[in-house]
């Protein structure tokens, strides 16, 4: 029986320990980049969809797909994980409206480097954030257009390639 409580009392420890132990930056360098599709577990909709998604130096999104409910809210959360700075791993989010050729706005996006490579008054883009570096975050709000498939990418000067996908609305 006292065995039993010490054993308790070692796990109580340890599980301890391996929370306390994970701050950010074990994080960013322990977990491999699996282009993972949104779980239902990441978006809570109350009224609003809540999306994470995370970047990194290598050029990356955390997510290909990204789904979110019609007739609500969302809010998009980037975060970059990286160091590096803006200038050189600037990341930014941007959702196409339906139809329009990623590949062609990201060559249009790049003469906007003055505004986050966003061209202004765009038809084209649905919602953006502005361009982050390492270690920075920003989050926006929009309506969820309406059901379909969208493209999504980072529109800072040959991210496009890598850092793309899918938005659904269902
Ligand atoms: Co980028």
């Given at each position: 029986?006292?065995?039993?409580?010490?054993?308790?009392?070692?796990?109580?420890?340890?599980?301890?320990?391996?929370?306390?132990?994970?701050?950010?930056?074990a994080?960013?360098?322990?977990?491999?980049?699996?282009?993972?599709?949104?779980?239902?577990?990441?978006?809570?909709?109350?009224?609003?969809?809540?999306?994470?998604?995370?970047?990194?130096?290598?050029?990356?999104?955390?997510?290909?797909?990204?789904?979110?409910?019609?007739?609500?809210k969302?809010?998009l959360t980037?975060?970059?994980?990286?160091?590096?700075s803006?200038?050189?791993?600037?990341?930014?989010f941007?959702?196409?409206?339906?139809?329009?050729?990623?590949?062609?706005?990201?060559?249009?996006?790049?003469?906007?480097?003055?505004?986050?490579?966003?061209?202004?008054?765009?038809k084209?883009?649905?919602?953006?954030?502005?361009?982050?570096?390492g270690?920075?975050?920003?989050?926006?709000?929009?309506?969820?257009?309406?059901?379909?498939?969208?493209?999504?990418?980072?529109?800072f000067?040959?991210?496009?390639?890598?850092?793309?996908?899918?938005?659904?609305?269902?």
């Amino acid at each position: 029986m006292k065995i039993f409580r010490v054993l308790i009392v070692l796990v109580i420890v340890a599980f301890g320990c391996n929370t306390a132990n994970k701050t950010p930056e074990a994080e960013n360098t322990t977990k491999i980049m699996t282009n993972e599709v949104t779980k239902p577990t990441d978006i809570k909709v109350k009224g609003v969809n809540e999306v994470f998604v995370s970047s990194n130096d290598q050029m990356q999104f955390d997510k290909t797909e990204i789904r979110v409910k019609s007739g609500h809210k969302v809010t998009l959360t980037l975060r970059h994980k990286g160091m590096m700075s803006k200038i050189v791993m600037g990341h930014n989010f941007v959702l196409l409206n339906k139809g329009v050729d990623l590949v062609k706005f990201a060559q249009k996006a790049l003469s906007a480097q003055d505004h986050n490579y966003v061209p202004l008054g765009s038809k084209d883009v649905l919602a953006y954030t502005k361009i982050i570096g390492g270690g920075e975050r920003v989050s926006i709000t929009f309506d969820a257009p309406e059901k379909g498939t969208y493209d999504f990418l980072c529109s800072f000067p040959g991210h496009y390639a890598m850092m793309k996908g899918k938005f659904i609305v269902e």
